[in-house]
Structure formats: structure tokens, C-alpha cells
């Protein structure tokens, strides 16, 4: 969260988790000891037999959208449940694996009226000119219905060409560094990137057995403005002669 009490700018996770039931209290623990707002989790390989209650987190609500044919794959958010959410399901495809979120956390910065949040898994063998032109015409419909709204997507994208769509919606790109192996496959793009720097982004560890790194982005920390200097005056009554001492505070 921002360190200015007066906005509020999210703090996020992202991870493929490769599996997400067999390293579930690895990531509650993780998750305990940090203050995230947004979780954007891909590959969750969650089916219909596996209930919320089984992958459910404190404090957070959650939205999940599974791969209903086929083995791997899927997606989910978990959104804290301070923060008034709920799921666009008519931005989504079932040709493509993603899931959007409309939030409304209080104190957002000034001219931003809500956030929109989308979690994106895009397969190696997926056609990428179709998920490109997907992308453009969701994030057109998000710019008609919420005009002025913050931005967050996020997820594995693997190779896509991303630069298209930073530059049509002004996005930035946080993530520098390889995420698998050599290749960075694990994205961030927001239009809200006035309020986050590269130092902002920790690459970590994976969970578990999963072969990508995961990644946490806090807003970057304002410097406290630094205290105007007032001058006194002050009169020593001792002094038959009356001296002033200016003194700086």
C-alpha cells in the first residue's frame, strides 16, 4: 500500500505455481507474512472437485477460473476482502485463460475511479495475434466502461509481444528479470506506474517444485517531505541591553 495514508496503490504477488493444492500452506505462510493486496496466481491445475474451502485464505476473497478440458492450465485471484470486488465475466473467453476483476478500494488517487485487474495464462502453443487482439479489444471496452480506471495485468504470458499494448493503453512493463530460466515469461503491466520503481520488485524463490520464480511489487516508498524551517525570535529579558537570538527550528 502506499505510504501516503490519503491513496491507495496496491501491493501485488504473482506466481505460476505450477499445481496450487499440494503447496497451498506454503503460500498461506508465505502470504501471512506479508501485507499484499492483490494475489495473481497462474497454473493452479484446479478442477471442479476442488472447493474454495480447500484453497481458501484468510482476510481474502478469491475468484478463480479453471481449465475445464484438458490437464494444467487455470487461473485465480485473490483480492482482499476490505477492498469491494467482484468478477467482469463478460470480458472473458472461454478461448482464452483469463479472468478479470472490477475493485473499488477507498482512497484511491485522485482521477482514478477503480481498478480492473485481469490474470492472464497464455500456453506456449496458443495462437498469439489472437490473444493480442483479445487483449486490445477487452482493454478498449475496459477504457469505454470505467474511463479513467487504474490497470493491473498480470500473469505468464510466456513469449507474447507485449510492447503493443503498452504503448496503445500507456503501460508499463515491471519485470526485468529472467523468471524461468533465461526467459522472462512472468508479467506486470499497469498504467498506474508513476507510483512503482524498478527497486519495488523482489524476484523470489519458487513454491515448491515449480520451475518459475515468483515475484512480489510494493509501491515505491515516498521520502517523507522534510520539515519547513521556522525562525524565532526570542528576546534574553536577563540582558539590560536586550539581545535578540534567532534560532532556527
Request: proline letters at 7%; aromatic letters at 10%.
Amino acid at each position: 500500500m502506499s505510504s501516503n495514508p490519503n491513496e491507495f496503490v496496491p501491493s501485488i504477488l504473482l506466481t505460476n505455481v505450477m499445481s496450487i493444492v499440494p503447496k497451498f500452506d506454503e503460500v498461506r505462510a508465505f502470504i501471512s507474512h506479508r501485507n499484499l493486496d492483490f494475489l495473481f496466481i497462474t497454473e493452479t491445475w484446479l478442477k471442479n472437485t476442488v472447493g474454495n474451502c480447500q484453497i481458501s485464505l484468510e482476510i481474502y476473497n478469491i475468484y478463480r477460473r479453471d481449465r475445464f478440458s484438458g490437464q494444467h492450465g487455470g487461473v485465480c485471484v485473490y483480492i482482499k476482502d476490505q477492498i469491494n470486488s467482484k468478477r467482469l465475466a463478460e470480458l472473458e473467453d472461454p478461448n482464452f485463460e483469463m479472468l478479470w476483476t472490477y475493485t473499488r478500494p477507498t482512497r484511491l488517487p485522485r482521477g482514478v475511479p477503480c481498478v480492473i485487474t485481469s490474470c492472464v495464462y497464455h500456453p506456449p502453443s496458443s495462437n498469439d495475434n489472437q490473444l493480442l487482439d483479445y487483449l486490445f479489444n477487452s482493454l478498449a471496452k475496459v477504457e469505454g466502461l470505467f474511463p479513467g480506471c487504474a490497470v493491473f495485468m498480470a500473469g505468464d504470458f510466456n513469449q507474447l509481444d507485449v510492447k503493443p499494448l503498452m504503448l496503445s493503453f500507456q503501460m508499463k512493463q515491471w519485470i526485468q528479470h529472467p523468471t524461468r530460466g533465461s526467459s522472462i515469461l512472468d508479467l506486470v503491466l499497469t498504467n498506474l506506474h508513476k507510483y512503482y520503481e524498478p527497486r519495488s520488485v523482489e524476484i523470489l524463490p519458487p513454491f515448491g517444485h515449480s520451475d518459475h520464480k515468483s515475484i512480489v511489487i510494493l509501491p515505491k516508498i515516498r521520502q517523507s517531505e522534510l520539515p519547513h524551517k521556522r525562525v524565532i525570535v526570542k528576546r534574553n529579558i536577563l540582558d539590560r541591553h536586550v539581545k535578540w537570538n534567532l534560532v532556527a527550528i
